[in-house]
């Protein structure tokens, strides 16, 4: 009886010892650099559920796991998926939709451009492109709308600087808006005017709404081509979560719509317009201050949508020098940048932000746009009695600040949320708008993080690249593809390539409050992966620019497979 009752439970030791847990994927014979505390690099994960429910060694994982799809990586390398701390997602789609601008070396180019699609669209409709940079020119300066008046007379013409703070426009567009010589500048604004006083066809920052207010709103199935063409774009760039930034309620109606159908592809954080928080109802649709006032919506369709913060601006733009200026630019002695909100109205969207429970998240490139911002965080801070490392409220770009504003960014857990790509657009000319000195200050990466203050990456994609690769390249050398200027630009002010790849990832999450749910690849957290034909923590960083996206994992699916270039 004895031997039976031994034999019986070595059997059942047997059987149960050979039983696998059941998952939906195994990633196996990796090299996953989880970016956790310690930076552990594992070369396993299992998946069950959306979420990662183990990691380990091949053999462990195996050895527990069973599961319907294995991806064997044969040694190549992957991280967290990457997030895009700040883009405009349906900015992408459009700009696939428009004539693309970007890169044209001369006016002229441009002109071919609208020529080719004056040509496919009928008379009377509105033609529209982005991307133009004077900077990009031999003739560094603004242009002038005579040569477009006369290639396009039957046509209104609207085509976006490459920022998305100026634009140009044909005469039959300032004839339709009734600008004139004698339109004011709106505040905020500026309308470019040649010597005799007559409009140039240039509007920048807030007299660009004079011509934005009147553009017929693309229909929905523009809008739904556009988001689809936006997510794709972004899923083979390797990006798994963006933070968009500036949201209004026909983005937030159709990615709504896309959540409660299953549409979404990847996850969004959605930063309400501050523009617009003061509109009145438009339609059945709520505003955008009726959804501000019924406070943060977290974590939407399985953690793929979170409504919880707001985005506001305080100046304009470097490259059209909108950017709020302590002094006046060194190239422009007469001018210090524009304000595009007044300071008191940041002050009152920051204070009523913390009374509903948002995060603010404000735009400033120039230094007293960036002190602006400053101080109205850390008034607000003071007169609710708030601790500003639990609010986490940020400074979009955080371009050009003071010396002295520099140290105050961590005492009030201030986040800079940046773009390293601006930086190596910018360099050719950053210093003579701003001088020797004041440009010691600008993308000041390094002078910021050993402030203690935390750095999140991004592109502000359509006007940088989506490319996160790209973004990281620009961190760690501070040149351009063609690898100029020799040794970088400021070359101290260097990210190393883990504390680029953080902003792409851990840091990103920090910066929308998902530090727990993603940003690493650990238990427990979403199983949003990307996987890279390189290891770009080994490799020399002029081959990151080589590296290609391999696949992309979202919610433990396979997303993305393969490689094509992206254009944004």
């Known amino acids: 009886m004895y031997k039976n009752l031994f034999l019986f439970f070595s059997m059942l030791c047997t059987l149960s010892c050979g039983v696998k847990h059941n998952a939906d994927m195994l990633i196996t014979n990796g090299k996953i650099y989880t970016m956790d505390a310690n930076n552990s690099v594992v070369e396993a994960l299992a998946i069950r559920d959306g979420k990662i429910i183990d990691v380990g060694t091949t053999g462990d994982i195996t050895g527990r796991y069973a599961a319907s799809r294995l991806e064997n990586l044969n040694g190549q390398a992957a991280y967290p998926g990457f997030t895009d701390a700040h883009l405009h997602l349906m900015g992408i789609g459009r700009a696939l939709q428009r004539i693309d601008l970007v890169g044209t070396k001369n006016f002229e180019t441009i002109l071919e451009k609208v020529k080719a699609k004056a040509a496919t669209v009928p008379a009377g409709q509105w033609i529209q492109g982005r991307g133009w940079d004077q900077n990009d020119w031999e003739k560094k300066e603004f242009p002038t709308n005579e040569a477009l008046n006369a290639l396009t007379p039957d046509h209104y013409v609207v085509l976006g600087r490459v920022d998305g703070h100026a634009i140009l426009v044909n005469q039959k567009v300032l004839n339709l808006v009734g600008i004139t010589r004698a339109t004011q500048d709106p505040p905020g604004g500026q309308i470019l005017r040649n010597a005799a006083g007559d409009p140039t066809g240039v509007l920048i920052d807030n007299a660009m709404d004079i011509v934005y207010n009147i553009i017929p709103p693309p229909s929905l199935a523009e809008d739904r081509e556009a988001l689809d063409l936006a997510m794709e774009s972004c899923l083979a760039a390797g990006l798994t979560s963006v933070h968009d930034a500036g949201v209004d309620t026909t983005g937030l109606r159709l990615y709504h719509d896309y959540g409660a159908n299953q549409r979404l592809r990847l996850r969004i954080y959605a930063m309400l317009d501050g523009t617009q928080i003061g509109l009145s109802p438009k339609g059945e649709f709520m505003s955008l201050r009726d959804i501000f006032i019924k406070g943060p919506q977290k974590n939407l369709y399985n953690h793929f949508l979170s409504i919880a913060s707001v985005k506001l601006y305080s100046d304009g733009a470097l490259g059209s020098r909108g950017a709020a200026l302590l002094q006046p630019y060194s190239d422009d002695p007469k001018n210090s940048g524009l304000e595009v909100t007044a300071k008191d109205r940041i002050q009152q969207i920051t204070e009523e932000a913390i009374q509903y429970g948002y995060q603010v998240n404000t735009h400033a490139i120039g230094d007293r746009g960036n002190r602006n911002v400053i101080d109205a965080y850390e008034t607000a801070f003071k007169k609710f009695n708030a601790d500003g490392k639990t609010k986490r409220f940020r400074i979009e770009h955080a371009q050009v600040i003071s010396l002295d504003d520099i140290p105050r960014l961590a005492p009030l857990g201030i986040i800079a949320s940046m773009q390293p790509t601006h930086c ?119 081959e990151i620019l080589n590296t290609k996206v391999e696949r992309t994992i979202v919610n433990g699916k396979v997303v993305y497979k393969g490689f094509q270039q992206q254009k944004y």
């Open 424 to 542: 190596t657009s910018d360099m050719y000319w950053a210093q003579d708008r701003l001088g020797a000195q004041r440009v010691l200050g600008a993308y000041a990466w390094k002078r910021l993080m050993d402030s203690g203050a935390l750095i999140c990456n991004g592109s502000d994609a359509p006007v940088e690249s989506n490319n996160p690769l790209w973004g990281i390249y620009a961190a760690v050398t501070r040149q351009d593809q063609e690898g100029k200027p020799d040794g970088g630009w400021y070359p101290d002010q260097r990210m190393t390539v883990f504390e680029a790849i953080k902003g792409f990832t851990i840091n990103a999450a920090y910066a929308a409050f998902e530090e727990d749910i993603k940003g690493s690849l650990e238990k427990g957290k979403l199983a949003d992966i990307v996987v890279l034909s390189q290891d770009i923590t080994t490799i020399p960083p002029k």
